[in-house]
């Protein structure tokens, strides 16, 4: 069964740090990995994807994710957090196998940013 | 939220009432979503629609109801059968389902509370 595991419920930073928000994963086969944010009260906005190549992966407000394959980890990374960085993020897996393209979403972790 | 409305933004239920959220893309995508989002459960799924005039149960569907009339169109019901339905309620599209790396893209969502 796929599955997504957030481990941090909530992660604290101050503004100018680097931030890390992490992600594990399992499934079956090989992965597309995703990440997106989520505002209050707001739909969810994607941020980058992972589907081949390069394990480095750059997207949106200047966040990147690594795929680590032996760790099944696609951590969320920015060298600068912001204070409107504080969100809801959400990381998000689905089995390149999988004919339903479903995504299966981790439960989130809530980024807050202090000045 | 570009491309996808969800109206209305708030909606109360009274018990034994079904009410119908609408979601509407201009998108051109072929398939469309619904999730529930509860408070540290992330997102899951409760219908997918791959193609007009056919959908696919998620993980969740008992209790709801969805059709598939028009491309552009997914509402979803939520009949008196769903015990607790007070949740945010996210529509998402996504462009040609055999490709499963493409991202969905998502709604500003629907806030239902059961009175």
């Given at each position: 069964a796929q599955s997504v595991a957030q481990p941090e419920d909530q992660v604290n930073v101050a503004e100018g740090n680097?931030?890390?928000?992490?992600c594990t994963y399992s499934?079956?086969?090989?992965?597309?990995l995703f990440w997106y944010v989520q505002y209050p009260n707001r739909g969810l906005q994607f941020l980058l994807k992972y589907i081949t190549g390069d394990n480095l992966v750059k997207g949106s407000y200047g966040f990147e994710?690594?795929?680590?394959?032996?760790?099944?980890?696609f951590h969320l990374k920015k060298p600068s957090a912001l204070v409107s960085d504080s969100a809801l993020y959400f990381?998000?897996?689905?089995?390149?196998?999988?004919?339903?393209?479903k995504l299966i979403f981790g439960s989130g972790t809530r980024l807050l940013v202090r000045p | 939220d570009g491309g996808?409305?969800?109206s209305p933004k708030y909606l109360f239920r009274k018990e034994g009432q079904n009410v119908t959220l609408s979601c509407e893309q201009n998108l051109?995508?072929?398939a469309m979503y619904w999730y529930r989002q509860d408070p540290g459960q992330g997102l899951r799924l409760i219908y997918y629609s791959q193609i007009v005039n056919d959908f696919q149960k998620g993980d969740i569907a008992e209790g709801y109801s969805v059709s598939r009339e028009k491309k552009e169109s997914f509402p979803l019901t939520v009949t008196s059968a769903q015990k607790n339905?007070?949740?945010f309620y996210l529509c998402a599209s996504s462009i040609v389902p055999g490709h499963g790396s493409n991202e969905q893209f998502f709604g500003p969502?629907?806030?239902?509370t059961v009175l």
């Open positions: 680097p931030l890390t928000v992490k499934v079956s086969g090989n992965p597309y994710a690594e795929f680590n394959k032996s760790q099944t980890s990381c998000a897996v689905r089995d390149r196998g999988d004919s339903s393209y | 996808i409305t969800q051109n995508h072929d339905p007070t949740a969502g629907t806030r239902l």
